[in-house]
C-alpha cells in the first residue's frame, strides 16, 4: 500500500473566499489586484494537482534517503526530476519580485501552496521551501547588486538557498557562534567555521546553491549583537552571472536522522570561504526575523500537514479495515465484521486530526493575511502594524500546530494499529518526519518563551488584547443567532468563545504580575500558555468556519455535505478538545515551587 | 555520545521495602518465603549491573536491525551473547516453576527485573520477554507430558517461546482468524496459515523456538469461540528431549518498523506443522488471557522504560549543555550561558519525565502484588479475587503508562532540540522503540474499552469501588498531619486524591447510565476514562511515596536527598500534570453526538 494524497483546494478556497475573505485584504496590497479569485483558484488547484501526481508518489521511496560520497549528495530516485517540473511550471516564482522574474502574487497563496508541498512530500518540499527564506532575507536587505546577481536564480529555481545558522555548540543561542568573518580588502569576506544541521546543503537538484550563513566579525560586540550575516554561493558567480569557480564550502557528511530522509541534513564546513556581506556589520540577527518569520509559519503549516496527510490515510483505512462489531448494533451484517469507522474510539482519533488539520489550515490562512500586508501593505504603518500582528501569531502556530500535528500524526498510527508501525503502510513515517517541526526553527519552548516574553509582556498585552478584541468583536455576530433555537450550539460557542478569551487576557495579566516578582514563572507557565492560546486561536477558527457554514446552509448556497461536516468537526473541535484549556489555566498558574524547587544536583 | 543507563534498584528497594511492604505480600503466597528483603535486594543489584553492563551497550547499535536471508534470522552483533550470559546467569528461570528448573520467586521480582531490561535495551529484552508468556501458557493450561517436553528448557532459556495470534487481516479481531488446525489420528494436530508480526518469532539465539499458537479446528464454533491453543515447536522434539527433525514453520520475512529494530518482527508459514493442543478443543481464547495479564503488564512497564530512558539521557544533557541566561538571574558566570537545566520548562519537561517513570514504576509495584497472590497465593479464593484485582489494573496501566511513556520519550528529545533528532544521541530511538508499546498486546483504544466495558460496567463497579477504597482509606491517614503546618502540601494531597476519586466514581456511574441508552457512549468516553483513571492511579501512587518521604525524613531515616527529590516530584505531578484530570472530565461527558454525528461518507 502506498500513502496517497488528496489536496484540500476546495477546503482552501472556502477559507480564501467565504470564511476569510481575503479579496477585501488583497485590496490594500501593492500587488495584490492579480490575485483574482480566478487566479487564487487556478493556482491552488493546479498546485494541488502537482502535488498529487508528482510528489505524493515520492513520498514513501524518498524515505530511503539521500547518499553521500566525499562530499556530493544524492537525493532520492525521482526527486531531481520532480524539481525541474516544479521549476519548469513556474512554482518557484510564485510569490518573487518581479522586477526578478516573480510572479508578484501575495504570500498567502505561497503559503497555501506550501502546506500541501509539505504534506505531499515534507523532505522534498524543504529544498524549494529553504530557498525561499533565502529569497525573503536578500529581497529585505540585500544590495541592489546582490539582488540582481542572486535573486533571478534564486526565484526561477535554477539555483536553490540555504540558511546557516547553527553549529554543534549552539542552536538557539547563537551568542556562542564561533564561525569567523575576516574582513578583505575587495569588501568580501573570508568565512572559516562549520556549520551543522544545514537542511538542503547540499544536493543534486541545482547548479548553485546560496548559503545564507551567519557569523562573527572579529571586534565585533560579544553575544549575539556581534553577528553579520553573509551570502556564501557554492559557486562563485561569474561576471555574466554564470556559475564559476567552487567557493571554499564542502559537505562533511550528512546526518542519520529519525525522518525527513530525503532532505540532506549537512555539516557544512567552511574554509576561506569568500562571502559577501548582507546589510551592515553586527546587524545579521536582526536581518534573521525577516527570515524566521517567514520559516516560522512554514513550519507552522507543517503541522497542517501532518495532520491532514495522516488523517487521509487513517480514515480511508477505517471505512475499508473490518475489526469487531459495534456496540450499539451491528452495522454491516453481510461482512465479518463491521470497519472499524463505526467504533466511536476511531472516529474520535479520526475528528481529532481533522479538527487539527482544517482548523490549523484556517489558523495559518488568517495570519497570512498579516504576512501579506507585511510584505506588500500600501502603507509603511501597514507594513508595521501586520509585522507586530504577524509576530504575535508566529509563536502560536508554529508551536502550537506543530505539537498537535505531530500529535494527530501518532493518531494516526493508532488508527491502523499494529499495521501503523510498519514501513510500508507509510503511516510512521509521517510521525518521523513530522517530529522535525518542533524542533527545527525553534523548539516549542523557545516558541513559548517568544510568546509570553517578547510578544505579551514585553509587548505590555497590545498585541494579546488586539486578538482578543478580534474574537469579541466576532463573537458579538452570533448575537442574532441566540433567538432561533436551531441554533444554540452556535450561540454556546460564541459564548464560550467568549469566556475563553477573558480567561487567556486574565491569566496573561496574572503570569505577568508573578514574573514581576520572579521572572521565571514567566518560564515556568510559557509552554502551558502557548497551548492555551493555540487552542482558543483554534477555537475561534472554527467558530467562524461554522457560523459561515451555519450562513451558507441557511441561505441555500454551497455543497451541503461539505458545511455540515465543518458543523459536525466544529462541535467535535468545542466538545472533545477544547476542554483542554480548563487543565492549561490550572497548570498556567502552578506555584513555581513545584518547577524550580527541587535542586538541580537532585537531577 | 552513547546513551548510558543506571539502573533504579534504590528507587525499586523504595517501593519494594517501605512504600509497598512487599514483604507483607509475601507471606501470604506459597512461594513468598524464598523472596527475603535481602535476596530481593541482591537480585535486583545484580539485575541492574547486568542491564548496566551488558545491555544497554547494545541498546543504540541494536538500531541497525535483524538480517533475514532465507529464512535465517541474525540479530543484531553481540544479542546472542548477551543472551548467553543471560541464560549463564540463570535470569530466565528467576520466577519459573521449581519443579522444571525455575527458582520459583514471586512475579514481582521478575516484573521489576524485566522493567531493567527493557529500559536497558527494549528489542532485545523481547526475546526473553515473549518466552515467559509461552512459559505462563504452559504453566497454567498444559498437561503434565507438555510441560515435561518444553517447560525445562523454556525455563533454563536454551529455548525460547512466542505467542502466535495476529494474522495479516485481523489483529484485535481473532474471530476472523483463518488458520486450520486439523486433529490427526496420533492426536497432533497439522496446522496450516500464516501468522503475521511475530515478535522473536525467528532468531539466533537458542536452538529452539516453541512457538504458542492460535488456531481453528475445523467444524468447530464460529467467531472467537472456536479458537484453540497449540504449540508448534520449531524443531520437533526428540523422545530424549533433544533437538529432532525441523517442523513446518517458516519464517518468510521480518517487518521494516519505526522502531524495535533489533527484535525481528516476522512472518511465519505454518505448512503442514505440527501441533499440539494446549487445554480443551476451542477454548484457545480463555487461555490466551492467562498470557495477556502477563504480557499487559510487562508492556505497562516497557512505558515506565521509555520515560526512565529518556529522563536520563535528557537530565544527564540538561545540566552539561549551555544555552542562554536564567530569565531570574545569571546561573553560571564563569560560562558563556547557563546550562539549559535552569530554564524552567526544560525542568517541567524533566520532571514530566521523571513523575511518570517513578510513579509508573510504582504503579507497576503496586499491582504486581496482585499478580503474586494470583499466581501462587494461598487459597483459591485469594488467587480469585487477586486476578479480578490486577485485570482490573492492567488495561490503565497498559494504556496509560504506554502513552504516558510514548509522551515522555518526546520530551526527552525536546530538551536535545534538534540534537534530539540525530540518531547518534540515541533519544529518537527512544521514541520510535516505545511506539510500539501503545500499539502491541491490544492498542490504547482496546485497553480502554476493556477497562470501561469489561472491567467497569460489567463487573457493576465493584472493582472500581474496591480501588476507590484503598485510595480513600489511605487518604484517611493524612488527617493527623493536618494540623502540622510543615504538612499542610501534604494534606491538600490528601483531599485532591479523595475530590478525584469521587469525581472518578461519579463519571463511571454517568457513563454507564449513558450507556444503558447508548452503548457507543461506554466507546466514546473509552479512551479519556482510561487517562483519567490513570492520572488518578499515579496521584495515589504519588501520595503514597510522599507519605513515606516525609514520615522518613520526620524520623530522620533515609537519604534525605532522595526522600526530598521525592516530595519535590509528588509537588510537581499534583501542581502541573493532574490537572489534566479536569479537561479529561469534560471530554468523558461530552455529548455522544459531538463524535457520531458526522456520516461516514464525509469521513
Redesign the interface.
Known amino acids: 500500500m502506498a500513502i496517497s494524497y488528496s489536496a484540500p483546494v476546495k477546503d482552501l478556497m472556502f477559507l480564501f473566499d467565504d470564511v476569510m475573505a481575503m479579496q477585501e485584504n488583497f485590496e490594500h496590497l501593492n500587488d495584490g489586484e492579480l490575485a483574482t479569485p480566478d487566479v487564487v483558484s487556478a493556482i491552488l488547484s493546479e498546485a494541488g494537482k502537482f502535488c498529487e501526481n508528482e510528489l505524493a508518489p515520492l513520498y514513501q521511496s524518498g524515505d530511503e534517503g539521500c547518499i553521500w560520497d566525499a562530499g556530493v549528495v544524492t537525493t532520492p530516485t525521482g526527486f531531481k526530476e520532480a524539481y525541474r517540473k516544479f521549476v519548469d511550471a513556474g512554482w518557484t516564482s510564485l510569490s518573487g519580485d518581479p522586477a526578478y522574474g516573480g510572479q508578484g502574487l501575495p504570500s498567502s497563496i505561497m503559503i497555501a501552496v506550501n502546506e500541501m508541498l509539505a504534506t505531499s512530500n515534507w523532505a522534498w518540499s524543504m529544498y524549494p521551501g529553504l530557498s525561499e527564506g533565502a529569497v525573503a532575507t536578500l529581497e529585505a536587505h540585500g544590495t541592489e547588486a546582490q539582488k540582481d546577481q542572486f535573486l533571478g536564480k534564486l526565484i526561477s529555481g535554477d539555483w536553490s538557498g540555504t540558511m546557516c545558522l547553527?553549529e554543534s555548540?549552539?542552536?538557539?543561542?547563537l551568542?556562542?557562534m564561533k564561525t569567523r568573518a575576516e574582513p578583505m580588502d575587495d569588501g568580501s569576506y573570508r568565512i572559516n567555521g562549520t556549520k551543522i544541521?544545514i537542511s538542503a546543503g547540499e544536493h543534486d537538484l541545482t547548479d548553485n546553491i546560496v548559503h545564507i550563513v551567519l557569523a562573527k566579525i572579529p571586534d565585533g560586540p560579544s553575544g549575539t549583537k556581534g553577528i553579520s550575516l553573509f551570502i556564501i554561493p557554492k559557486y562563485l558567480v561569474a561576471a555574466d552571472g554564470s556559475v564559476g569557480e567552487r567557493n571554499g564550502v564542502q559537505c562533511g557528511s550528512i546526518?542519520?536522522?529519525?525522518?525527513i530522509h530525503g532532505n540532506a541534513?549537512c555539516v557544512l564546513h567552511f574554509e576561506d570561504a569568500t562571502g559577501f556581506l548582507i546589510g551592515r556589520p553586527h546587524d545579521g540577527m536582526q536581518s534573521m526575523f525577516t527570515y524566521m518569520n517567514v520559516a516560522r509559519i512554514g513550519t507552522a503549516a507543517q503541522g497542517v500537514a501532518a495532520a491532514e496527510l495522516s488523517y487521509q490515510g487513517a480514515?480511508t483505512y477505517?471505512?475499508e479495515r473490518?475489526?469487531?462489531r459495534?456496540?450499539?448494533g451491528v452495522k454491516n451484517p453481510d461482512g465479518?465484521?463491521d470497519?472499524i469507522?463505526?467504533?466511536?474510539?476511531?472516529?474520535?482519533?479520526?475528528?481529532t486530526q481533522?479538527a487539527v488539520a482544517e482548523g490549523g489550515r484556517a489558523m495559518v490562512v488568517y495570519a497570512s493575511r498579516f504576512a501579506d500586508i507585511y510584505r506588500s501593505g500600501k502603507t509603511e504603518k501597514a507594513r508595521t502594524d501586520a509585522e507586530a500582528r504577524l509576530g504575535f501569531c508566529t509563536p502560536i502556530l508554529k508551536g502550537f500546530l506543530t505539537e498537535m500535528g505531530?500529535y494527530s500524526a501518532?493518531l494516526g498510527?493508532?488508527v491502523f494499529?499494529?499495521?501503523?508501525?510498519?514501513?510500508?503502510w507509510g503511516m510512521?513515517q509521517i510521525?518521523?518526519d513530522s517530529?522535525?517541526s518542533?524542533?527545527?526553527e525553534g523548539?516549542?519552548?523557545i516558541q513559548?518563551?517568544d510568546l509570553i516574553?517578547r510578544k505579551v509582556l514585553m509587548d505590555k498585552f497590545f498585541q494579546l488584547k488586539l486578538f482578543s478584541s478580534d474574537i469579541m468583536q466576532f463573537a458579538a455576530q452570533f448575537l442574532p443567532w441566540k433567538r432561533d433555537p436551531q441554533f444554540s450550539v452556535m450561540w454556546k460557542k460564541a459564548a464560550k468563545l467568549v469566556l475563553l478569551t477573558m480567561k487567556w487576557r486574565y491569566l496573561a495579566m496574572r503570569v505577568g504580575a508573578r514574573s514581576k516578582r520572579?521572572?521565571?514563572?514567566?518560564?515556568?507557565a510559557?509552554?502551558d500558555f502557548l497551548m492555551f492560546s493555540g487552542y482558543l486561536y483554534m477555537a475561534f477558527m472554527w467558530a467562524k468556519m461554522s457560523l459561515e457554514a451555519h450562513k451558507q446552509l441557511a441561505e441555500g448556497r454551497g455543497d451541503a455535505?461539505f458545511l455540515?461536516?465543518k458543523i459536525?468537526?466544529a462541535?467535535?473541535f468545542?466538545?472533545?478538545m477544547l476542554?483542554?484549556?480548563?487543565?492549561?489555566g490550572?497548570?498556567i498558574l502552578?506555584?513555581?515551587?513545584?518547577?524550580?524547587?527541587?535542586p538541580?544536583?537532585?537531577?
Open positions: 547553527t555548540h549552539c542552536g538557539t543561542d551568542g556562542q544541521y546526518e542519520k536522522k529519525m525522518g541534513t480514515s477505517a471505512k473490518l475489526a469487531m459495534s456496540l450499539s465479518p465484521a470497519p469507522i463505526v467504533h466511536p474510539d476511531v472516529r474520535r482519533m479520526l475528528l481533522r505531530f501518532n498510527v493508532q494499529g499494529g499495521h501503523g508501525y510498519v514501513r510500508e510512521e510521525v518521523r517530529k522535525i518542533t524542533l527545527y523548539t516549542t519552548g513559548a518563551i516574553g520572579n521572572r521565571d514563572n514567566a518560564g515556568a510559557s509552554v455535505e455540515k461536516a459536525h468537526t462541535d467535535f468545542f466538545a472533545k476542554p483542554a484549556t480548563d487543565a492549561l490550572k497548570q502552578a506555584p513555581l515551587d513545584s518547577v524550580m524547587q527541587m538541580e544536583s537532585s537531577f
